[in-house]
């Protein structure tokens, strides 16, 4: 375990922010199924990425990983036994390729760790029980066994529940020689996301139509054509450099695309209604003077939900955090683990079932926090440590490598003062 400790210290400068986890995964598990090579750029190696790279090639991808870049052949997907699927502790990789590693007649077993067999996959058995197709799990641990292949038809999915599974079914339908509907039964939540999916299809070659989010129609027997792809720098984590700029940090935050379809580009908006100034251009930066709180809706960008917390609990007057129950099941139950932590530190908030009631105060003092072994609330600490009057310690630092390997690297560039140890489980 890395403990690590910073004395309160403003950040400054510029910062590179890393390539979006999202548009990786999705452009991995693209040109894996194209028929031919693909070049993807501007990689960065999380475990989570990581962990779709070795799926795919599990599917039978063939995948040379280079410097911040991937070379990618698809010819013989699906042409060999999957066997063993270990999606570490990632979400996207275990219902990304649920059914995308059925999409052929295929025997597969699925592992992970952390909390990531705590996650549902209630969907995707109720589809292998309408299909006949066989599976085994165990409870609350990721040990999860499918045989057989899935047929193309008609699917109803709920909209409520996480996209990743409607994004899974995007990735396979199309290659099923049958023709499939995907129905949307009720409100579809984190839009964004499929926005990103069926963007990166589009540049695929795939074609799917989508009837207002609430019907997506698929042709079958359609075939993915490689192309070259420079992964864009992800919003998820420049949330944290543009909310820290909104409480008094002066970061220059480089590669965010104004135009990006990711759902998290939702923190900038979220700001300017708190009352930060975004100056948007090549640098992207964020003033905050007089922040007020306000009611945030957390449905659609679940992602950014614990570091605007830390904002809010220093913005005067209450702000409210809405729709947000999905973050109870994500790595660990950050509803629970960025109120609890940030309440240790000072800060004035009350729990709800899908919420936060956030009452902010003006300052936040410091000591000993948890990280629950969560890269998002181990980062949303260390930028609320910029505001606090003493010392922050924030155990299992070392968790940012889910999805930013070099954060406190960056940090610490940034002029954090940081003090690490290592210490016994």
Not at 5 to 28: C, E, Q, W, Y
Not at 214 to 243: H, W
Not at 398 to 418: A, H, M, T
Request: proline share 2%.
């Amino acid at each position: 375990m890395k403990e690590i400790s910073i004395s309160p210290k403003k950040l400054s400068g510029d910062v590179n922010i890393p390539p979006s986890k999202s548009m990786a995964h999705r452009a991995v598990i693209c040109a894996s199924l194209s028929n031919g090579k693909s070049i993807i750029t501007n990689i960065d190696y999380s475990d989570d990425i990581i962990a779709t790279i070795n799926a795919m090639r599990a599917l039978g991808a063939d995948i040379i990983e280079e410097e911040r870049k991937l070379i990618i052949d698809g010819t013989n997907i699906f042409e060999k036994d999957a066997g063993i699927i270990d999606c570490n502790e990632s979400g996207s990789t275990l219902r990304f390729l649920v059914p995308l590693s059925i999409a052929r007649k295929n025997k597969v077993k699925f592992l992970g760790r952390g909390n990531l067999g705590k996650r549902p996959l209630t969907t995707f058995y109720n589809i292998f029980d309408k299909q006949e197709i066989k599976y085994s799990y165990k409870e609350d641990v990721l040990d999860l066994c499918i045989e057989g292949e899935l047929k193309g038809g008609e699917y109803k999915v709920e909209g409520n529940i996480s996209s990743q599974f409607i994004t899974g079914l995007l990735f396979t339908l199309p290659v099923l020689k049958e023709d499939s509907i995907i129905e949307i039964t009720t409100e579809l939540e984190s839009k964004g996301y499929i926005d990103l999916t069926l963007d990166m299809l589009n540049k695929f070659g795939i074609k799917i139509i989508n009837n207002d989010y609430k019907q997506f129609v698929i042709k079958g027997n359609q075939e993915y054509t490689p192309m070259n792809y420079r992964v864009e720098g992800d919003y998820s984590q420049g949330a944290f450099y543009l909310c820290a700029d909104a409480l008094g940090n002066k970061v220059k935050i480089k590669d965010l695309d104004l135009n990006s379809l990711q759902g998290d580009k939702e923190i900038i908006d979220i700001l300017e209604s708190l009352g930060a100034k975004v100056l948007k251009a090549e640098e992207i930066e964020v003033q905050g003077w007089e922040l007020v709180g306000t009611v945030i809706d957390g449905a659609q960008c679940p992602d950014v939900i614990p570091i605007t917390a830390v904002v809010c609990a220093l913005s005067k007057g209450k702000s409210r955090i809405i729709n947000a129950k999905r973050l109870r099941i994500k790595e660990c139950d950050r509803l629970k683990a960025i109120s609890t932590e940030l309440n240790k530190l000072g800060a004035n908030i009350i729990e709800e079932e899908d919420g936060l009631i956030i009452e902010g105060v003006d300052t936040l003092t410091g000591g000993k926090v948890h990280s629950w072994k969560d890269h998002r609330i181990a980062m949303s600490l260390a930028i609320a440590a910029t505001c606090c009057v003493e010392k922050v310690t924030i155990d299992y630092a070392e968790c940012v490598s889910k999805s930013y390997p070099n954060f406190w690297q960056d940090y610490e560039r940034l002029g954090g003062n940081i003090d690490e140890r290592i210490l016994g489980e």
